[in-house]
């Protein structure tokens, strides 16, 4: 079992190195959010997956547990209404990436 | 603003109540017999207060919609095994793109229709969207044709497959929408 719970760590901390690199790597805003999405899925729920299964099992103290599991349920909640905010914000403000997009189908619909 | 109604209080209240016991540790001490009355009450009181005043906010449709013991199998079945296998796929394949030496990114805007009425369904779909790495819902629009009302999502896209308007949903959305139509029409 002590496996299973170095493995999750493990495979969260790859995926947030992944999306580090991505961060410092992609050309623009937008492709940058999508990269810190990465990031801030499975980089944080493998940690939160973790330390559940680690004080439940290990430390035998229930109550830790539950409160990393309800913080697990608070981030997946309110994480992609700041990433769409952020995200829209942007949009609305002005931003747009030097490579032009493929297509962009808010621009042709919305902007005369 | 309509006012709350007796159910939605209730409902509201019974989310916020098991929070309270989450938080304060009771739910664990439960199980084991030795939880204080005294936390009880008191989070009973909170909760209802907290209802009263956010239920009108928190409820929108039927009241006990999602406390159907079927559709909250299938919602908490699309918590723990669907929705985790999207996004772990999604996030492989976006970790795949930092990391190689080209960078193969495409990014674009598509318009994706939707198929869900339901305004709960919505947005959980739209969320589920923007959480999946590579994909960002950007605004969402509802349009009359003859139809009928058709609504839309604009999604932000690293690697754009196709533009045409079914074939980027169907690659967007995946199974995550035929399980959320399973619990919202």
Known sequence: MRYVIDALIVISIFFAFAGVVGMLRMPDTFCRMQSATNISTCGILGVIIGGILYSAIYLGNAEMAIKLAVMGVF?????????????????????????????DRLEEDFEQ | MKKATFPAVISTAIVCYLFWLCITGQLAMLFEGEAAWQ???????????????AGKYFIHERSFYLWHPARLFTGLLYCIIIFPWELLKANWDVAKRALSPKLPINPGIVKVPVDLQSEYGQSALANSITLT???????????????????????????????????????????MEKWLRRIWK
């Open chain 2, 133 to 175: 790495p590579g994909t960002i819902t950007m605004e969402v629009t509802e349009e009359t044709t003859d139809e009928g009302e058709q609504d839309y999502f604009y999604i932000h896209w690293i690697d754009v497959a196709t533009a045409e308007e079914k074939e980027a949903g169907d690659a967007i959305k995946g199974t």
């Open chain 2, 39 to 53: 936390v009880l009450v008191a989070g009973a009181l909170v909760s209802l207060g907290v209802g009263l005043f």
């Open chain 1, 75 to 103: 981030y997946i909640i309110t994480n992609p209404i700041a990433g769409h905010i952020l995200a829209k914000g942007a949009y609305k403000h002005g931003v747009r990436p030097e490579n032009k997009m493929v297509v």
